[in-house]
């Protein structure tokens, strides 16, 4: 029986770096515009004071690997040595089996550098057994070494990282798309811009929201954002090339589930419901599986990044301490269009998914977001923003109608929420009306649902830098 030799590695690990024989960076992924998020991953990359391994975290299809490319280019176009730069596709055949000291013994032989730092891309590390253990060694014994991993299995990276990497890992999540950055990723102009940091410019409301509903669709993938040809048929994208994938392939080898069917169900009902209140006795009900079963697979799929969990709060910004009830959020509305087809603005369903939206901009950051609704009559506050202390920072009304705009005094939960908390403003979203009304001395802000995300999506990339 033959064994793959180390000759067969030095030559797969020369196609996979063209560079260093002084080919460069393909064409292709120079003429593809960066994320947003290259900057902060490049400083953290660079910083010479962090001794730490960075682990690139996200959903499947997302643009990791796009994002290393770019990396290496950056570094490349500063004038770092082809040699001390490499990149290392882990789930390929022939490297099976190999660990990531005899990968990194096998990169220095292949391109001899001499003494520096080397930097060191490993992408799709989870299918490595103990990747974590070797990746704690190096950072730990080679400090020449500056090291990204990344993988799509995301909740096995963040479950070892965090329990094998304390002060040697730093955990980098990359959300799907934010509005913001499709827009700059469409060749077409963007019909809200930047005029200096903090200050927009609106075009043409109506033509920003046409490209709203058209991210709201189809913006979260950059694939999908981008390519006319995946974006014919986003059914098969979304469902066979990421959903399928999570739910057939990565958490069942996990978590070791055996009835998949079931859980595929459960998923397909929580999506068709994204941001609606369920409770475990309905999805129970609905689906026939036992409460305990759909809690494990909900935090199973919360750790995929499928979906997110939100929590109900009282008037007073408190959770209730035998709570059943809770809304559920998809990380990207494009995921329903892969499931469930496209929407127009005018469809029923399109409120929805304007708020799945607007909480995909947010939920990657680390504020504390939770719903409310209380009392007999039923008031709600779409999203409420606490802090550490449980305390009521912030509060939004997630509308895509105008009908507020000039009835501000309707939105009585919102009202009722500022004063039970003596919060001095609050947010609530129209379709296309700007508004700011101050009833009973609290200021009611209403934007547009679009330029809220901009916004939103804009200070996300700027809270990482």
């Known amino acids: 029986m033959k064994d793959v030799s180390d000759q067969q590695v030095a030559d797969h690990l020369k196609r996979l770096n063209p560079w260093w024989s002084g080919a460069g960076m393909d064409g292709e992924t120079l003429a593809l515009r960066p994320r947003a998020y290259l900057d902060p991953v490049r400083r953290l990359l660079r910083e010479s004071s962090l001794r730490r391994a960075i682990v690139l975290l ?8 796009i994002l290393i490319r770019h990396l290496i280019a950056d570094l490349l176009a500063t004038g770092v040595a082809e040699q001390r730069i490499s990149y290392v596709e882990m789930d390929h055949p022939l490297l099976h089996g190999q660990s990531l000291e005899s990968l990194v013994r ?11 730092l080397r930097y060191l891309f490993f992408d799709e590390i989870q299918s490595h057994k103990d990747w974590e253990k070797y990746l704690k060694s190096m950072v730990d014994h080679r400090p020449d070494l500056r090291i990204l991993v990344s993988g799509s299995a995301a909740a096995a990276l963040k479950r070892q990282s965090t329990e094998s990497g304390a002060g040697r890992f730093t955990d980098f999540l990359l959300p799907p798309l934010t509005f913001s950055e499709y827009l700059q990723l469409r060749p077409e102009p963007p019909a809200i811009r930047i005029e200096e940091p903090s200050l ?4 043409d409301i109506q033509r920003l929201n046409a490209q709203f509903v058209e991210y709201v669709n189809f913006g979260g993938y950059p694939e999908l954002a981008l390519s006319p040809m995946v974006r014919a048929d986003p059914e098969r994208f979304v469902k ?3 959903v399928e994938k999570v739910l057939l392939r990565d958490l069942p080898q996990m978590y070791g589930i055996k009835d998949i069917q079931e859980l595929n169900s459960l998923f397909t009902l929580l999506a068709f419901n994204t941001a609606e209140e369920v409770s475990f006795e309905q999805l ?9 079963t759909i809690q494990k697979y909900i935090e199973y799929l919360e750790a995929a990044f499928l979906i997110k969990r939100v929590f109900r709060v009282d008037q007073d910004g408190k959770r209730y301490q035998r709570e059943r009830n809770f809304k559920v959020y998809l990380t990207n509305s494009a995921m329903y269009t892969g499931l ?21 901009q947010r939920f990657h950051e680390d504020a504390r977001l939770n719903y409310a609704r209380w009392g007999a009559d039923d008031s709600e ?12 920072l912030a509060a939004l009304e997630i509308k895509w109608s105008d009908k507020y705009a000039d009835k501000p005094e309707a939105l009585r939960g919102l009202l009722k929420f500022l004063r039970g908390n003596n919060l001095p403003m609050a947010w609530a979203t129209t379709r296309s009306r700007f508004s700011e009304t101050t009833i009973d001395g609290r200021q009611i802000r209403q934007w547009p649902a679009a330029v809220l995300a901009f916004h939103y999506g804009m200070r996300a990339v700027e809270g990482r830098m």
Do not use: M
Not at 58 to 65: H, L, S
Not at 106 to 116: H, L, R, S, T, V
Not at 200 to 203: A, G, M, R, S
Not at 340 to 360: I, M, N, Q, W
């Open 381 to 392: 506050v779409d999203l409420v923003e606490s802090s550490s202390a449980l305390k009521p």
């Open 240 to 242: 066979s090339d990421i």
């Open 284 to 292: 129970s009900q609905r689906s026939g599986v036992g409460k305990q």
């Open 200 to 203: 927009y410019v609106l075009d």
């Open 340 to 360: 469930f087809g496209a929407k127009r603005s005018e469809d029923p369903e399109f409120g929805h998914l304007v708020e799945t939206a607007l909480f995909a």
């Open 58 to 65: 996200g959903p499947r299809r997302v643009g990791k690997t």
């Open 106 to 116: 096998q990169i220095e032989d292949a391109a001899p550098a001499g003494e520096g």
